[in-house]
Nanobody, 126 residues
Framework: QVQLVQSGGGLVQAGGSLRLSCAAS????????VGWYRQAPGKQRELVAA???????RYADSVTGRFTISRDNAKNTVYLQMNSLKPEDTAVYYC????????????????????WGQGTQVTVSS
């Protein structure tokens, strides 16, 4: 069983930065793919960024160049650094991890993520 505990987030002005953290119990987390999703009011949950077990990263077009996903395996933690934030980035952000190990550079689909963090509110004011 893996538990994901998120931290970071909050209120920031447009153009500002925030860093989200996703800390996990369970060794598989530090070796596996991890995704960051977000859900804004009235909208569907969307993938923001993902990192594979091989270290490859993928970003939504809307955040490319502004957000960076990274991991510290020694701390069993994945980060989402968010720069140049915009009001449209306002949402609840979730980290997610699969229950099985995906080797190489496979990006799990949303339905393949079994563990989810508790969610963190990010609000960007204009």
């Amino acid at each position: 069983q893996v538990q994901l505990v998120q931290s970071g987030g909050g209120l920031v002005q447009a153009g500002g930065s925030l860093r989200l953290s996703c800390a996990a119990s369970g060794r598989i987390f530090s070796l596996n793919a991890v995704g960051w999703y977000r859900q804004a009011p009235g909208k569907q949950r969307e993938l923001v960024a993902a990192i594979t077990s091989g270290g490859r990263t993928r970003y939504a077009d809307s955040v490319t160049g502004r957000f960076t996903i990274s991991r510290d395996n020694a701390k069993n933690t994945v980060y989402l650094q968010m720069n140049s934030l915009k009001p449209e980035d306002t949402a609840v952000y979730y980290c997610a991890a699969p229950s099985i190990y995906y080797s190489g550079n496979y990006y799990p689909d949303e339905n393949e993520y079994d563990y989810w963090g508790q969610g963190t509110q990010v609000t960007v004011s204009s």
